[in-house]
């Protein structure tokens, strides 16, 4: 058998090997890709600062989604000035409408409740606002839940069965 090699010109030549040298290049400047820890990791005392700065930027980005589907996307990050703290917010949509004036409200409203100590206090105001901020996307998914709560009571005997293992691991609900 006689395997032949594909006549490839110098033009299609060009075409492939500028965009990759353009990409080894740039991935030395971007280097390593950096690991965020467990979300459910509740030990942040092991974290270091700079990981501990990402989860905060991570679970304010989170907040700041306030409607099912990909608009609301956020992302935030944190630019330090020996002045302030600057924080840089990107969403698939512009995020001056809405998502930068809550960002604002919920920025103040931690560093008020940081200078005055009151753990509760703080953890019901952050509640509000973020439940109050995000009830269209929390609407939907109680819908969601309901329909698929609907559809489970065609099997009574799972349907009380995962309601009870529910209440057994939160232990708040009863039923």
């Not at 953890?123 to 995000?134: E, K, M, N, P, Y």
Request: charged share 25%.
């Amino acid at each position: 058998m006689n395997a032949r090699r594909p006549v490839v010109s110098t033009k299609h030549l060009h075409r492939f090997y500028e965009p990759l040298g353009l990409l080894f290049a740039l991935g030395r400047v971007r280097g390593e890709r950096t690991r965020k820890p467990s979300p459910l990791s509740e030990h942040n005392d092991s974290l270091t600062a700079s990981q501990l700065t990402r989860k905060f930027l991570d679970e304010l980005a989170f907040l700041c989604d306030h409607e099912k589907g990909g608009d609301t996307v956020t992302a935030i990050g944190l630019e330090q000035t020996p002045q302030s703290h600057i924080y840089w917010v990107a969403a698939n949509k512009s995020p001056q409408g809405l998502i930068v004036p809550f960002l604002e409200k919920l920025l103040v409203t931690l560093r008020e409740g940081h200078e005055h100590k009151d753990i509760p206090r703080l953890s019901a105001d952050i509640f509000r606002l973020s439940v109050t901020f995000a009830h269209a996307k929390i609407k939907t998914y109680s819908k969601y839940l309901l329909l698929s709560f609907e559809k489970l009571k065609k099997f009574p005997n799972w349907a009380d069965a995962a309601i009870c293992k529910l209440c057994t691991l939160y232990g708040r609900i009863q039923y």
